[in-house]
């Protein structure tokens, strides 16, 4: 099947960064959509970032502070977070929409990855 592992999460000052890395390993053929969704505290999970073969797509809460990129021959997303503020916190999750080498086209998450933003 397929794993998704994510790393870089934790605490961090407003106003600092943290990078966030997916890498995705498995039965993958070919990887359609990376991304990350994040979920606050009493909030439904929403969209961060994500990006396809066209360009990047961005909340309007992070636009301007977060970039994500795409390594495709190590099948990785990174998420680099810029000017934090408290209203980031949340558990960060990663997916991937892909093609299985013997399957069908499918959808993966990631187990989350905590970031605090204190004020």
């Known amino acids: 099947q397929v794993q998704l592992v994510e790393s870089g999460g934790g605490l961090e000052q407003s106003g600092g960064s943290l990078r966030l890395s997916c890498v995705a390993s498995?039965?993958?053929?070919?990887?359609?959509?990376m991304g990350w969704y994040r979920q606050a505290p009493g909030e439904q999970r929403e969209l961060v970032a994500s990006?396809?073969?066209?360009?990047?797509t961005y909340a309007d809460a992070v636009k301007g502070r977060f970039t994500i990129s795409r390594d495709n021959a190590k099948n990785t997303v990174n998420l680099q977070m810029n000017s934090l503020q408290p209203d980031d916190t949340g558990l960060y999750y990663c997916?991937?929409?892909?093609?299985?080498?013997?399957?069908?086209?499918?959808?993966?998450w990631g187990q989350g990855t905590q970031v605090t933003v204190s004020s």
């Open positions: 997916y991937v929409d892909l093609l299985e080498r013997l399957g069908v086209r499918g959808q993966y």
């Open positions: 990006v396809t073969v066209g360009r990047p």
């Open positions: 498995g039965s993958i053929f070919a990887i359609l959509a």
